[in-house]
C-alpha cells in the first residue's frame, strides 16, 4: 500500500471515514473505497486523492499566486470553485484559470493568455477605506446584513496576511547571486 493509503487508513480509524471525508470534501464512500483498494478500479482518480490526502494529512503545500503558502487540499478546493461573488474568491477563480502552475484543470477551463504591458499593470497601493466601502456595499447589495459583512472581513483579513507573510518570506530570503 503506497505511503499516503496509508495515512489515510490511519486517519480514518482515528476520526472515522465520514471525518477524514468531511476534512478531505469528498464523500465517505471514497474513502472507503480508496482504503479497499477499490477507488482505482472504478475509475477514480488516484493522482487527486493522493494531492488530497497529502495536503490534509502529510502537510504537503504549494505557493498559491494570491493566498501564499496554502496546504495541498486546499489548492484543489480552490480549483473547484465557481463561486465569484466574493473578491477573493474571484481572484482565485482567475488565478486558477490562468496558467497557475498548480492548477490541475484542463485546457477547456482554462483562460487565454492576454499580453499586458507593464505600464497598464502598475501595482495600486491598499486602501482599507475603500475596501470597506465595497464590502459594506456588497453586504447590503446581498441583504446580508453584519454578519456577512463580518465575513467579508475576515476573508479580507486573512487575504491580507497571506500577502503580507508572501511579502516578509520574499523579503528575508538572502539574494542569490
Known amino acids: 500500500m503506497n505511503n499516503w493509503l496509508t495515512i489515510l487508513a490511519e486517519q480514518a480509524n482515528i476520526n472515522g471515514q465520514e471525518g477524514v471525508a468531511k476534512v478531505l470534501g469528498i464523500s465517505k464512500t471514497v474513502v472507503s473505497q480508496l482504503i479497499n483498494g477499490k477507488y482505482a478500479g472504478q475509475g477514480g482518480n488516484m493522482d487527486r ?5 497529502e495536503g490534509a494529512f502529510m502537510n504537503h503545500v504549494v505557493v498559491c499566486p494570491i493566498l501564499g503558502q496554502i496546504p495541498l487540499h486546499e489548492c484543489d478546493k480552490h480549483q473547484c470553485n465557481k463561486s465569484t461573488s466574493n473578491p477573493i474568491r474571484l481572484r482565485l477563480y482567475r488565478a486558477c484559470r490562468s496558467g497557475c502552475v498548480h492548477s490541475t484543470l ?3 477551463h482554462q483562460f487565454k493568455r492576454i499580453s499586458v504591458n507593464q505600464e497598464q499593470s502598475r501595482i495600486k497601493q491598499y486602501s482599507a477605506e475603500a475596501t470597506y466601502s465595497r464590502l459594506e456595499r456588497q453586504s447590503i447589495t446581498d441583504n446580508g446584513g453584519h454578519k456577512q459583512l463580518c465575513e467579508l ?3 479580507e483579513l486573512i487575504a491580507l496576511a497571506y500577502r503580507y507573510n508572501r511579502l516578509l518570506d520574499e523579503h528575508s530570503t538572502p539574494p542569490q547571486e
Open 49 to 53: 486523492m493522493q494531492k488530497l490526502v
Open 106 to 108: 484542463s485546457a477547456k
Open 153 to 155: 472581513l475576515k476573508q
